[in-house]
């Protein structure tokens, strides 16, 4: 496992790193709402926050890039009769974006999440959550964007219990 985020973050630095014109990088903040879906437990969804980086790598000039992030992800849950459950993430999208036309593109991709910290001491949260993307902008002038995405978690979020991340991500970007 240790291998593989390191080959992921590798993989991550060359992609950020190279050099093929007409990249724009640019920042990206806002609001996640997250919940998780467990049979038998009745949960409700928690208000955090994300904040990030990311580089447009462009394939086909004008219509389809490459987008690696690297974003910091408040996520979590909350229950009636126990303290809220927070879940913080090093998350490492890599999304295909499509432009429909210069105002609208939509993303997908896998998403890859490292567990920073958590409060979870009634659950054991694992330390990798591999996860789905899918999304859409509004792509303003002046490199502003207004973004909408959510994600789902392919694999459960906690050891020994069945239940996935679901999250609602509402912000804004900034290409520079």
């Not at 996520?75 to 499509?98: C, H, M, Q, R, W």
């Amino acid at each position: 496992m240790r291998l593989f985020k390191i080959l992921l973050l590798g993989a991550f630095v060359v992609l950020v790193s190279n050099t093929i014109s007409a990249q724009a990088i640019g920042v990206r903040a806002g609001a996640n709402i997250s919940n998780i879906d467990v049979n038998g437990l009745n949960t409700n969804a928690k208000t955090g926050l994300y904040v990030g980086i990311y580089k447009e790598i462009p394939l086909i000039k004008g219509l389809l890039f490459v987008q690696p992030e690297l974003q910091y992800s408040q996520e979590g849950f909350s229950t009636k009769n126990a303290p809220d459950t927070k879940i913080d993430y090093l998350t490492v999208p890599i999304l295909a974006k499509v432009y429909a036309v210069k105002l609208l593109s939509f993303e997908t991709g896998p998403q890859f999440a490292f567990k920073v910290s958590d409060n979870a001491n009634f659950l054991d949260a694992k330390s990798f959550v591999p996860s789905w993307a899918f999304g859409m902008s509004l792509n303003l002038p002046l490199g502003l964007s207004i973004n909408g995405r959510y994600i789902s978690s392919l694999n459960d979020t906690f050891n020994n219990v069945d239940g996935k991340n679901q999250v609602f991500q509402i912000g804004a970007a900034f290409q520079f």
